[in-house]
Each structure stands twice: as C-alpha cells, then as structure tokens.
T-cell receptor
C-alpha cells in the first residue's frame, strides 16, 4: 500500500496564529483529500486536491504531486479549528480505497 | 452535512455477538466503502461495494462482511465480535467506484465491545 506520513503529530497554537501541516506520501496518487475530524468523529471534507493549489477562506492547500507531498495552511487560527486533520491519498488501481495518515492533532487556545 | 447517514451512532456489544451497521449514501453516488478507525489512528479501509458487489477489500478477516442494496445503501456486518473490534466505523460514498473524485463520509457508528 501507500505510506502516508503527516507532521507534526501535535500542534498547539494560540488563537490568531498561522500554521502549516504537511503530508508526505510514498507513491504517485490520483486523489488527495484533506479532512478535519470533528469531536463527534465525522470527517469533514476540506480539500480535494490531487495537484495544484486551492483556497477556501482561511484555509488553503497545495499539492506537489511530482514531489509527493501536500501542505495545508491555516491562517488566523480560531478555537473552532481544533481537532484532528487527516490527509488521505488514493491510487487509480485501488479504486475507492483511501490511505490515511495518522493525523495532526491541532489545539487552538483562546 | 454530506448527505451520508449512518446508524446507529453508538452501540455496545459483548464479545462473540454479531453487529450490523447501516449506511445511506449521498444522492447520486453509487459506491459505498467502509472504514474502521481505532482510537488515535487514521481510518483503515475495510471494503468497497459497487453495483451490489464487493470490489475491493482491505486486510480484514471474513467475519467482516457487507451488502449493498439496489438503492446504493449498505450494511456492514461483523460476526464473532472481539474486543479489538471496538472502534469508530465510517461509511463513505462516492461516484464511479471512486476512481477519481471525492469521497464523502458519514458521522460514523461508534462500537464498543465488552
């Protein structure tokens, strides 16, 4: 399977700070998604970004597929940003199977 | 709200029992996949269903089985429950077997095995 490594594993910020989360993957992929897992367990879709750059409000993401990494940027952090952020990737040959990293636990203090 | 709904949200079983979890896919999606998420881990792929047939399976034993119905909803069945089966079970729906495009997840079913 594909190895997905996320860093840092834990991140503690004060409200208003900016942060960068990284996802490295071991093989070429045709799908990369970033999720935020809320306290109730639901995975909230943040970005579908197999390549390129996207922005959505205070969040943006960049995937450099040729170098096998993706970055998630969070600007002006808010306490509601707290939770676990997952990166997940998929190869075309594995149909709908997503390979997840272990996540980054983000805690934002007021 | 993704449109993917799961039931029940929480349940408690004892070792050796059987459990059935249910999932309704998002409107327009014909593919359902199931994931198991143990505490502190990322979700792990169990299997995927497309056109009522299993067409991809992760490293899970045969006591994990599933069904997909003509309306694309799905069930996950786990027989002979073990303590290690305690986890959050997530259902995801997608289009066209998920070759490309996003997967959307439900809120999950949290299973505790005592």
């Amino acid at each position: 399977g594909i190895q997905v490594e996320q860093s840092p594993p834990d991140l503690i910020l004060q409200e208003g700070a900016n942060s960068t989360l990284r996802c490295n993957f071991s093989d070429s992929v045709n799908n990369l998604q970033w999720f935020h897992q809320n306290p109730w367990g639901q995975l909230i879709n943040l970005f579908y970004i197999p390549s390129g750059t996207k922005q959505n409000g205070r969040l943006s993401a960049t995937t450099v597929a040729t170098e096998r990494y993706s970055l998630l940027y969070i600007s002006s952090s808010q306490t509601t940003d707290s939770g676990v952020y997952f990166c997940a990737v998929k190869r075309g040959s594995t149909l709908g199977r997503l390979y997840f990293g272990r996540g980054t636990q983000l805690t934002v203090w007021p | 709200e993704t449109g993917v709904t799961q039931s029940p949200t929480h349940l408690i079983k004892t070792r050796g029992q059987q459990v059935t979890l249910r999932c309704s896919s998002q409107s327009g999606h014909n593919t359902v996949s199931w994931y198991q998420q143990a505490l502190g881990q990322g979700p792990q792929f169990i299997f995927q269903y497309y056109r009522e047939e299993e067409n991809g399976r992760g490293n899970f034993p045969p006591r994990f089985s599933g069904l997909q119905f003509p309306n694309y909803s799905s069930e996950l069945n786990v027989n002979a429950l073990e303590l290690d089966d305690s986890a959050l079970y997530l259902c995801a729906s997608s289009w066209d077997r998920g070759y490309t495009g996003e997967l959307f997840f439900g809120e999950g079913s949290r299973l505790t095995v005592l």
